[in-house]
């Protein structure tokens, strides 16, 4: 059932009860399984416990500065149309893309950089001026990503992984494809100069993982990006999200924000509705939530005995690592910044150990500065700049005060700053403040304050992932970061689509 049929499918103002839907957490994974739930005939309840939909991509305004939280980068901008495409819509008549270029401007420690997209040609020829001799093999590199792409992306992707024959059935094209090399080895295999092994090994950082620990199969995200670009969306990603709630409102689902769900509601093992911190309960024939599995299971079952998912296992889980995000405005502009800006720290293997195994925060970080204005200059007031810095630190496990680091962090991110891409930085600052893990934690529920849920190393990827259906509660189903396919804004957009088919493989008949 689509547009016209759907949206005559819904009684009133949203009929709970038979043939409802509950989706709990309304970032973009929720708000992508609430459309495609509502294209198939449900009516749809959508819970957001934030003040705004987004989960993640939050807006902060500070004065006259507004700044994106984040995520800034989209990849894969089709995964969006596809869901205004299910109504007969224009994702252009709601919001409009803007190309970025480049897509990444990599600065090293030795002050040399590398301007990454938006064209082949223009990698390569910004790596002639690092290593000339590494160019063959970067496009060997690029050729053997796209082939991941192909099995990993558009074969695998949208592919349900709940029987591990699955698995197994994909596991020579795995072996093909070296699947057991890290990224950060793959790119040791084709380039010898560490600065490019650093700069096209980074991609895992994006979803939660280490370069050294995460299998190659993410690579393909390099392909990903020379496919579509990379594209930011005018506005901001705010922007995006609006029109998305539009959307969603002009379809008939009901949202509900500042709406917390306490715990999912279950009758002889299936989820039935929900209730929220409030005391309201909303029953539901099928519950679908894009909130950290982990904490569902932990927390939002009560009475539940559970099998796979124990206690135990999730303590065993590796999770991804935090991140400590200053946003700041800036009196004057800094024309002369990229839109994305990567300033590699000085010891990039020690690094990954501090925020993946030692959890210590390195005393010289990496740091991701993002200046949207450089794409959309209404990003920023008239003569005025807006950004967010951040780095990657350890998640909550690491037992770090973050009263105590916060600050002292941020005092160290301005001294970079000032001695490299912003040197006047202090005198112009116009205002700023910062989140950490902690934030995290206690705006999204998100388990050990992972920005990114939980690690994609190969034993916590595919059929080894939190489930797109639940094995523990019949009737409850999972999207977004935590589950298959993966974190990252086309990671959590595609999980929605493997919900359509897990639902599909069920012989789901619609709620028409």
């Avoid at 509502?38 to 416990?49: C, N, Q």
């Avoid at 024939?285 to 005995?305: H, I, Q, S």
């Avoid at 893990?437 to 206690?442: A, G, L, T, V």
């Amino acid at each position: 059932m689509r547009q016209a049929e759907a949206r005559g499918a819904v009684a009133g103002t949203g009929t709970e009860g038979s043939g409802h839907a509950v989706v709990i957490g309304g970032g973009f994974g929720g708000m992508a399984a609430a459309l495609r739930l509502r294209a198939r005939g449900y009516p749809v309840t959508l819970l957001e416990r934030g003040k705004r939909l987004g989960g993640r991509a939050q807006v902060y305004t500070d004065g006259e500065f507004r700044f994106d939280a984040g995520p800034t980068v989209i990849t894969a901008p089709y995964l969006f149309d596809e869901l205004f495409a299910l109504f007969g819509k224009s994702r252009r008549d709601y919001v409009e893309f803007l190309e970025v270029a480049p897509w990444y401007r990599i600065r090293f420690y030795d002050g040399t950089h590398l301007d990454y997209g938006p064209t082949q040609e223009a990698t390569e020829e910004s790596i002639r001026q690092l290593s000339p001799d590494d160019i063959p093999g970067y496009r060997r590199f690029l050729a053997h990503s796209q082939r991941l792409f192909e099995i990993g992306f558009e074969k695998l992707g949208p592919q349900p992984f709940h029987d591990p024959r699955t698995l197994l059935a994909t596991a020579p094209d795995l072996v093909r494809l070296e699947g057991y090399r890290s990224v950060y080895s793959l790119t040791a295999k084709y380039m010898r100069d560490e600065r490019l092994r650093q700069a096209f090994s980074l991609q895992p950082l994006l979803v939660g993982g280490s370069p050294r620990g995460t299998t190659c199969v993410y690579a393909l995200i390099h392909a990903l990006e020379h496919r579509w670009g990379v594209v930011f969306a005018k506005g901001g990603t705010g922007a995006l999200v609006d029109a998305l709630w539009r959307l969603l409102e002009e379809e008939g689902v009901r949202v509900r924000t500042q709406a917390t769900v306490e715990r999912i509601d279950t009758v002889d093992g299936r989820a039935c509705g929900v209730t929220t911190a409030d005391g309201t309960r909303i029953p539901a024939e099928k519950v679908v939530t894009n909130a950290d599995p982990a904490f569902v299971y932990r927390t939002m079952l009560p009475g539940v005995t559970r099998k796979r998912w124990t206690d135990r296992k999730l303590q065993r889980m590796r999770y991804a690592m935090g991140l400590f995000v200053m946003y700041f405005g800036t009196n004057r502009r800094y024309d002369e910044l990229a839109h994305h800006t990567i300033a590699m720290g000085p010891d990039y293997v020690g690094e990954l150990k501090n925020i993946f195994r030692t959890g210590q925060i390195t005393e010289i970080p990496s740091l991701y500065l993002h200046r949207p204005s450089a794409t959309d200059p209404d990003m920023a007031p008239e003569g005025k700049d807006a950004f967010y810095v951040l780095a990657a630190v350890p998640n909550l496990q690491a037992g770090i005060d973050w009263d105590t680091a916060g600050p002292a962090l941020r005092e160290t991110i301005l001294q970079r700053l000032e001695s490299t891409l912003m040197p006047d930085i202090r005198q112009h600052l116009a205002t700023d403040f910062h989140i950490t893990p902690q934030n995290f934690q206690h705006a999204y529920l998100a388990e050990h304050g992972s920005a990114f849920t939980i690690q994609p190393t190969f034993t916590q990827s595919a059929w080894f992932r939190f489930h797109n259906r639940s094995e523990e509660v019949r009737g409850l189903y999972f999207v977004g970061a935590g589950t298959h396919p993966g974190a990252g804004v086309p990671g959590v957009i595609t999980s929605a689509k493997v919900l359509e088919n897990v639902l599909d493989a069920e012989g789901d008949a619609v709620a028409a």
